[in-house]
């Protein structure tokens, strides 16, 4: 009768467990990524050359779901000025149960800032 109970609580426990990793585990890919990008601005490459390196780090993330900004345009950037890439990335909830709770989307993002070089 107690495991009819507490059954049902313990694997909603277990399962958000789970997705709470997912969500981290892409959180600290994004992370990486975007961080990776900067180094790559912070060079003077090209906004294109920056996108490209930030989809590169990240192979497991979907690139549909993830956007990518860089401020400034590597047109206006010089030495000494600060270049900011920014990434911005939708996670699928995807255990039924915590969807309905959280929405079947979660918004994760990150930012990086270095001098340009």
């Not at 860089?70 to 590597?74: F, S």
């Given at each position: 009768m107690e495991l009819a109970l507490i059954l049902p609580v313990l694997v909603l426990l277990l399962l958000g467990m789970l997705q709470v990793g997912v969500v981290l585990q892409d959180y600290l890919q994004l992370q990486q990524a975007v961080e990776q990008g900067a180094r790559v601005a912070s060079l003077g490459q090209g906004d294109a050359s920056v996108l490209q390196t930030v989809a590169q780090s990240s192979p497991s993330l979907n690139p549909s779901a993830l956007s990518v900004t860089?401020?400034?345009?590597?047109a206006n950037c010089q030495s000494g000025t600060d270049v900011t890439v920014?990434?911005?990335y939708s996670v699928s909830v995807s255990i039924p149960l915590l969807s309905s709770l959280l929405g079947s989307q979660v918004q994760i993002?990150?930012?990086?800032?270095m001098c340009m070089e």
């Open positions: 860089v401020l400034p345009a590597a920014q990434g911005t993002s990150s930012q990086s800032v």
